[in-house]
């Protein structure tokens, strides 16, 4: 303590004796207030209850209601029940808006809703009416409904994986901005714009995506196909009773420009998310909705980063330097993240909010990161074929180079810093792209990475479809392939199993790395096929595995023990979910980030929570789909 500040305090110190009565009148007026706080907080929220029903008076069930309020807004939204009845919360002096929503009926909307006061809140009596504009019915249904019409169209096999894999990287496919029928000239320059951002189709595929797009999305076929024979009856396919019981939780963050990429759930309950697109790290707190943006340190990168402002993997809104990827909470509670356009890792200090950043010795983007049982960082290198460790105490690097697949491959990857930095001088994207017959090299992609319980680094190679082990002491590397395709962001359970989605494929697997073994769940998402699982989690205490609906709107819970899934559809369309965690109360936690925003339902991104709801007496699970072995390859 300095001189000055010990005077001053020495000062004030000696400035106020309160009384002994003084300090009881006091703690009075402290313990009124306190009481007096308490229930105003508890009058601060009010319960709203209402029922759904047809102009027949029968219960429409599993109709979802949203009340939001608030700028940024806050989305809540609840199922209705057997009998058709819901029951929500919300803040009882600000207004409020109204949507139920169910497929096959019209939505219903009610806007600019007085306060509630503190007197009983008024009962809502809900008349849906049945779509029955077959335009209209059609555009209800997720954008995997609308894929499968694509996916159908493309009859080579090794194509239409390709096709899910290289243009789903970022945002769904069969939403309405993305089956937009275009011109010969609109595709190449589209296709050009997709390739810089690593999504590099076949000079044969690319080829033929004008006619494919204009056949499968045709408005007379594609509404013909979806809607001509009558869907069933949505009563009949309503969600199961655990899902009617399950809460989801919207908060707006961002802008039309961002894009929240990964979440990660701090232990003091906060949300950390990064704006990939603006270099920004939010923070949220769910108790207050109290919203922090950081701008990550960019020092004298250009825009693009080390991939030059010209040829950069950027969408033209983008004002990305550094752009922060993948982020996770540190064993000493600082928030260590991802810099994939800066090649860098960055630690920031939740208590000083202050920045550390890393400059990395070796590698190109650096992916998906985690902390091994020593607190060292493992992360995958995207492009350059990389998996690093940094030893945050010492500082010390290590690089480990990947196998390729082929001499070509080696070599363009090795040829890789070179091009980067001829990039500040020459505009090679349309000879990457493939544009002119070129073809370009496919790169493996390191991707997910986990730790084993044993201590060994897991990761995928997505576009080779492979996984592969690295020995921490020896650093020797050993690669898997997958029975099935594409390995995207892939957890340990706590028995030490390693669950793998199958992004491409539209499945998980669970490989067991003592006996080498696959067992594959396809994921009940119609058409099979469509779903394109981003990444998934497994529950700390109930060990359900939980998997992002990333083309469905959806989140999907898979029970191990039953081989059960359970599908838990989302209220807003166009929701991309990436990474998912968990809350104290089990909660699930996840982003929606879908590139560009501006195509999300409102033009907004956000990230949501859903309760699931408390599980039935004596009842561990409640699925929607159990999976036979008989569709479960094995390696």
Request: with cysteine; hydrophobic share 35%.
């Amino acid at each position: 303590m300095s001189s000055s500040i010990a005077s001053a305090a020495s000062a004030q110190k000696t400035a106020f004796h309160p009384s002994l009565s003084s300090l009881r009148i006091l703690g009075v007026w402290l313990v009124l207030l306190l009481l007096a706080t308490q229930a105003s907080a508890q009058s601060a929220e009010q319960t709203l209850r209402g029922s759904v029903r047809d102009s027949e008076g029968t219960p429409v069930v599993g109709a979802m209601v949203s009340l939001r309020q608030d700028i940024p807004f806050h989305e809540r939204t609840v199922f209705t029940d057997e009998e058709g009845a819901f029951e929500s919360l919300v803040v009882a002096d600000r207004p409020f808006s109204l949507r139920v929503r169910r497929i096959g009926w019209r939505d219903h909307r009610q806007a600019d809703l007085n306060p509630l006061t503190t007197e009983a809140a008024p009962a809502f009596d809900i008349v849906l009416e049945r779509e029955t504009d077959p335009e209209a019915l059609a555009a209800q249904l997720p954008s995997n409904r609308w894929f499968g019409l694509l996916l159908a169209e493309i009859e080579d096999e090794s194509q239409r994986e390709e096709f899910v894999r290289q243009c789903t990287y970022c945002h769904q496919q069969g939403s309405a901005a993305t089956r937009k029928i275009r011109s010969d000239e609109e595709w190449q320059k589209l296709l050009s714009l997709m390739a810089r951002m690593g999504g590099i189709l076949s000079p044969e595929l690319r080829e033929q995506i004008p006619s494919l797009w204009r056949r499968a999305y045709d408005p007379e076929h594609a509404v013909a196909t979806l809607i001509g024979t009558p869907l069933e009856d949505p009563v009949a396919t309503t969600p199961e009773p655990q899902v009617l019981r399950a809460i989801v939780d919207e908060w707006a963050l961002g802008h039309a420009a961002s894009m929240q990429h990964d979440i990660t759930v701090h232990p003091d309950g906060r949300i950390y998310s990064v704006d990939m697109m603006q270099d920004q790290l939010y923070r949220f707190d769910p108790e207050t909705e109290a919203r922090d943006a950081f701008s990550v340190p960019r020092g004298d990168l250009p825009l693009g980063g080390v991939f030059g402002a010209v040829s950069g993997p950027l969408p033209p809104y983008a004002n990305a330097h550094v752009g922060p990827h993948s982020l996770q909470v540190a064993p000493d509670g600082a928030i260590w993240m991802t810099l994939a356009l800066g090649s860098q890792l960055a630690r920031f200090d939740t208590g000083s909010e202050t920045w550390t950043i890393h400059d990395l010795e070796e590698g190109i983007y650096p992916h998906t990161l985690r902390f091994d049982h020593q607190g060292r960082i493992w992360y995958t290198m995207a492009v350059s074929n990389h998996v690093g460790l940094l030893d945050p105490v010492s500082g010390e690097q290590t690089t480990i180079r990947l196998p390729a697949t082929s001499f070509r491959q080696a070599l363009a990857l090795r040829l890789l810093p070179l091009g980067l930095w001829l990039s500040q001088y020459f505009d090679f994207s349309e000879m990457a792209n493939g544009e002119g017959g070129g073809g370009g090299v496919q790169l493996p992609v390191p991707y997910g990475i986990d730790v084993a319980p044993n201590g060994d680094i897991w990761f995928s190679q997505l576009n080779e479809h492979r996984i592969g082990r690295i020995d921490p002491k020896t650093l020797e590397v050993e690669m898997v392939e997958t029975p099935f395709s594409a390995p995207r962001r892939l957890r340990f359970d706590s028995k030490g199993r390693l669950w793998i989605p199958g992004f491409s494929s539209g499945l998980i697997s669970r490989f067991d790395p003592e006996t080498r073994e696959f067992k594959s769940y396809p994921l009940p998402i119609e058409p099979l096929g469509s779903e394109t699982p981003y990444a998934l989690n497994i529950h700390p205490e109930t060990g359900h595995i939980w998997i992002c609906g990333t083309n469905s709107d959806s989140l999907i819970r898979f029970d191990p023990e039953a081989e059960a899934f359970t599908i838990y559809p989302l209220p807003t369309r166009v929701t991309y979910t990436r990474e998912i965690d968990f809350d104290e109360q089990g909660r699930v936690w996840t982003s929606n980030s879908n590139l560009p925003a501006w195509q999300i339902e409102d033009g907004i991104p956000r990230i949501l929570r859903l309760d699931p709801g408390p599980r039935p007496a004596g009842q561990t699970e409640l699925a929607s789909v159990s999976v036979s072995d008989t569709n479960s390859p094995r390696d």
